[in-house]
């Protein structure tokens, strides 16, 4: 990540979104190196389309998140770490190249289902609390409840940066300054 921070001025964002494998081998819930039992979509070269490869045929949802850095005047973002950068040996180490997600769920069951249901099974992208069945999860004071709008989820693109750097953890990391 040094290359691409030289070119971060005062006043612009760092951004970094990971997005997980959607293909699961139907096998393994975890494996020792905590990937292989994963994999990430492959394009067909005839059709264009992207598929689950016949080692993980199961089509499993995405988890997506990104974060965005402000750069301040006097920053050097190229001196910026990680705090796991620190776990990985000094002859290894890279700054920012331990960037990734982990991902754990607690869901009531009832809510989990009506989720699955209505956002997986419809294909919705239900964000914000949205469960894909016209209802919106209950919230604090400090947050608005109402009626949700399911939206189609758009086909996911792959854009040659996401190809590009990848962590030492799950998925493609995509790395753009604003």
């Not at 598929?51 to 993980?56: D, G, Q, T, V």
């Not at 290894?92 to 956002?119: K, M, V």
Request: hydrophobic share 35%.
């Amino acid at each position: 990540m040094i290359e691409p921070m030289k070119a971060c001025k005062p006043g612009q964002w760092l951004s970094a979104t990971i997005g997980t494998p959607q293909c699961w081998n139907g096998v393994d819930l975890d494996t020792k190196d905590h990937r292989s039992h994963l994999s990430d979509m492959v394009r067909d070269r005839n059709t264009g389309k992207n598929a689950c490869p016949s080692s993980h045929p199961w089509i499993i949802p995405q988890f997506t998140m990104g974060v965005s850095y402000s750069i301040e005047a006097g920053d050097d973002p190229t001196l910026w770490t990680l705090a796991s950068d620190h776990m990985v040996p000094a002859a290894l180490r890279r700054p920012g190249s331990t960037f990734h997600s982990d991902y754990f769920e607690a869901w009531q069951d009832e809510i989990r289902l009506r989720w699955e249901a209505g956002c997986i099974d419809k294909m919705l992208n239900c964000s914000d609390g949205d469960l894909g069945d016209g209802q919106i999860m209950s919230r604090g004071k400090r947050y608005p409840s109402g009626k949700a709008s399911p939206r189609l989820v758009p086909v996911p693109k792959r854009t040659w940066i996401t190809q590009v750097f990848r962590t030492i953890a799950i998925g493609p990391v995509a790395i753009m300054l604003s």
